[in-house]
């Protein structure tokens, strides 16, 4: 009897263990209640407020449960794609803007492009530079989740010792290259400014809100062909070389996180970084500029916004309809406004951010963030919306890259890059 | 090979012509639930079970996968042979096939020299040794994470104690991973280090096993310390070498963690080795078909080494009988 019951015991335990993978993803909507499932990122103090906001909805909705999953934003793209690829997607996502051709390319992404037109949701109170980014062709993939952008954080004490006037707003790249010269101290090891030089999006996105300034557009109309092989594009390498190669007065970060600790410890002067590294910056005191322009360019100040998205997955017309009500209700100006104001996070509607009062409340909590809500305004393009942009980005990293590191010249790098990025934007053409 | 028994051959499903009792489904069903067989497997299969599935499908579908024009999304293309005609014409394959190879050849050795001499010098009855081999073997138990963090210090080519050292000796100072040429030989190290007290443990396992009557031997025909580690202790620590180099290998082909976390393939595709690139085409571009596709080749090249070294190994392998 003993040989009968143990291979039976153990084959109980596998199917037991087999069945409890399994449940836990039936959410339904039983007597007109839905379980919403949604997958986000946030962390200390915006999780906080954001599980009260999720709170006073259910609340206020009591047929609407909202179950939120904690997923490290980096990885939920992959998450969704494996959930899609199981059938159970959750129903909202908070997504990358930089991964919205991707997102579009996914059947079961819920096209918001008629619920952005009701009654009372304002679309255009959304900053253009988000809604460029939450449209992909003529579908509305999400609805903006949060705006950033970049500008330049600069420490007072230094530019104090190095006897420099604190840049104002109609400076220029020169006066920011001859400042970080002034401020480079090489016995001291103090540098003027930074950059980062892993191959990512992060030293691509840089460069490019200098490209549009200079007056250049990165591909042609229509996403045909490279176009930053071109005056403005030299313009813009040869200023980064002249910092990084000859004047060195540029720190290289091979890790892409040290920049911010040693501009915390007085090591560097100047930063192009945004509004999300502030709080690491508890030990200088910093000032905030808008970014410099190039002299006689007609592109002026500029700056690049990275917005991210709330995306809804096709779960039936009952989570769906729920979802929607639910993100209407969450992206509305008193929720943006109430989200802001505890997390420091910019207001992603452009009436939160005008309100009377409204700049000077974010700089109680944070110093130097009203500069970046007022530099909102400057953002005046998008990186293109193409499935084939994180190729052309690793592309464009190492173009950059190789120009601060010294192993090529800045014409020879861009020829090299537009060569390979028309290789890709005509092998996506062909492949359809 | 000759026949086996034919009790051995005899199954529960084989109906015995003699067996002539009542009921003889039943029995034999009965006999299939008792017998050692059944008990084996049953025992055995929640692990059967998690390696098939975790292990068995997956790779089963990233080879149907490796046919398709894919995302994650099910309803691929089926593209034939197309990804595999891409990647002979993808230079940045040749490119991380060719930093791969170069860091194969400097982690692997590098590591096994580096261990085999560590453990000969801990092999011995000293004070404190037990606190030696614990700290050779930290390294391993330091996440690879908390490594790169380590080395991107030591190794920063502004601030790190690297170039520091290097200075007080008057040496130029190195732009390490901001050099396309240096930054590969900085992962080497990175991860020589982390796999050295691996690579000791073995070591160390293995020269326990060296009797001492052969080493008595030898000093009393006169041999000098080093003619003894050549040609006795290097020969009978040939089987740990062997497992070293194999398991090694495996290893530094799959190189990701230490990538990812310092440089990112870069500075300017410097260090993007093939796992690497797998990553940047399945995660970052979304092109999984793709992937798959380098990833089944890593697979196939994975297994022809290991069978090389295997082969190799036989002939060159002393083992004590």
Redesign the interface.
């Known amino acids: 009897m003993r040989?009968?019951v143990?291979?039976?015991l153990?084959?109980g335990?596998?199917v037991l263990?087999?069945t409890a993978c399994g449940t836990n993803s039936t959410t339904g909507s039983a007597g007109g209640k839905v379980t919403l499932q949604m997958w986000e990122g946030y962390t200390g103090v915006e999780q906080t407020t954001f599980s009260h906001l999720v709170k006073e909805y259910e609340a206020a909705n009591p047929n609407v449960t909202i179950s939120v999953l904690p997923v490290n934003n980096d990885d939920t793209l992959?998450k969704v794609?494996?959930a899609?690829?199981g059938g159970v997607p959750p129903d909202i996502a908070y997504l990358y803007g930089s991964w919205a051709p991707?997102v579009a390319?996914?059947?079961?992404v819920v096209d918001l492009s008629s619920v952005v037109k009701r009654p009372g949701v304002n679309w255009d109170d959304f900053f253009v530079g988000e809604r460029d980014v939450a449209t992909v062709g003529n579908k509305v993939i999400g609805i903006p989740a949060l705006v950033d952008n970049l500008a330049v954080v600069y420490n007072k004490t230094l530019f104090a010792a190095a006897h420099l006037t604190p840049p104002s707003p109609d400076w220029t790249w020169n006066d920011f290259a001859a400042d970080a010269q002034k401020l480079t101290i090489a016995s001291k090891?103090q540098?003027g400014t930074a950059y980062v030089?892993?191959?990512?999006e992060d030293?691509v996105w840089h460069w490019e809100v200098l490209l549009w300034e200079a007056g250049g557009s990165l591909l042609t109309a229509g996403n045909k062909a490279a176009a930053f092989d071109s005056a403005a594009g030299l313009r813009t390498l040869e200023m980064l070389r002249t910092m990084a190669v000859v004047q060195h007065s540029m720190?290289?970060d091979?890790?892409?996180n040290?920049y911010a600790n040693?501009f915390n410890s007085g090591?560097i002067g100047m930063l192009v970084t945004g509004p999300w590294d502030l709080s690491a910056f508890p030990n200088v005191h910093y000032g905030v500029q808008i970014m410099p322009s190039f002299p006689g360019s007609a592109g002026g100040h500029q700056t690049i916004s990275g917005p991210d998205n709330w995306v809804i997955f096709n779960n039936g017309a009952s989570h769906v309809s729920a979802a929607e009500n639910f993100l209407l209700w969450l992206t509305a100006p008193a929720q943006v406004r109430s989200f802001s104001l505890a997390t420091g996070d910019l207001p992603t509607r452009a009436s939160v951010a005008a309100a009377a009062g409204f700049d000077q409340e974010m700089n109680k909590e944070l110093p130097g963030v009203s500069t970046f809500i007022e530099n909102l305004a400057n953002v005046k393009q998008a990186r293109p919306q193409i499935?084939?942009y994180?190729?052309i980005s690793?592309t464009l990293?190492?173009m950059v890259?190789?120009v601060?590191?010294g192993?090529s010249q800045p014409q020879a790098a861009l020829t090299t890059a537009a060569n390979q990025v028309n290789q890709i934007l005509n092998a996506a053409n062909a492949?359809g | 090979m000759a026949s086996p028994p034919s009790t051995l051959r005899r199954r529960w499903w084989h109906r015995d012509p003699g067996d002539v009792g009542g009921n003889p489904a039943g029995r034999a069903a009965r006999r299939f639930v008792s017998s050692e067989h059944v008990g084996g497997w049953a025992f055995a299969a929640p692990a059967a079970v998690i390696i098939v599935l975790f292990g068995a499908v997956p790779i089963v579908w990233s080879i149907v996968l490796s046919f398709e024009q894919a995302s994650f999304s099910p309803g691929g293309k089926f593209v034939g042979l197309a990804n595999y005609r891409e990647m002979v014409h993808d230079p940045t394959v040749r490119q991380a096939i060719a930093h791969t190879l170069e860091y194969t050849a400097l982690f692997v050795p590098l590591t096994m020299i580096v261990g085999m001499l560590l453990a000969v010098a801990m092999n011995r009855k000293i004070r404190f040794i037990s606190l030696y081999r614990t700290a050779a073997y930290v390294t391993m138990a330091v996440s690879t994470i908390n490594e790169a963090l380590i080395f991107l210090w030591l190794f920063d080519p502004s601030y790190g104690i690297v170039n520091y050292v290097a200075s007080l000796f008057g040496l130029p100072q190195q732009p390490f991973l901001n050099s396309p040429s240096q930054a590969l030989g900085v992962i080497v190290v990175m991860t020589v280090w982390g796999w050295t007290g691996f690579a000791v443990i073995i070591y160390l396992a293995a020269l326990q096993g060296i009797p001492q009557t052969v080493l008595d031997a030898a000093a009393m025909d006169g041999a000098r310390p080093w003619a003894t580690f050549r040609r006795i202790t290097v020969p009978m620590l040939s089987p740990a070498s062997l497992f070293l180099a194999v398991w090694l290998t495996i290893n530094a082909l799959q190189l990701f963690d230490e990538v990812y976390v310092s440089t990112q393939g870069g500075p300017v595709g410097a260090t993007t080795v093939i796992v690497y690139y797998i990553y940047e085409q399945g995660f970052q571009y979304f092109n999984i078909g793709y992937a798959s596709a380098i990833a089944l080749i890593l697979l196939i090249a994975t297994l022809v080494v290991t069978a090389v070294q295997f082969r190799a190994g036989r002939r060159y392998t002393h083992y004590r009988s």
């Open positions: 040989k009968f143990s291979p039976l153990a084959v335990l596998t263990s087999l992959t794609q494996t899609l690829a991707n390319e996914i059947p079961q090891k540098f030089t892993p191959e990512s030293a720190y290289l091979p890790s892409d040290e040693l090591k499935p084939t994180p190729k690793t990293a190492n890259v190789s601060l590191v192993s492949g």
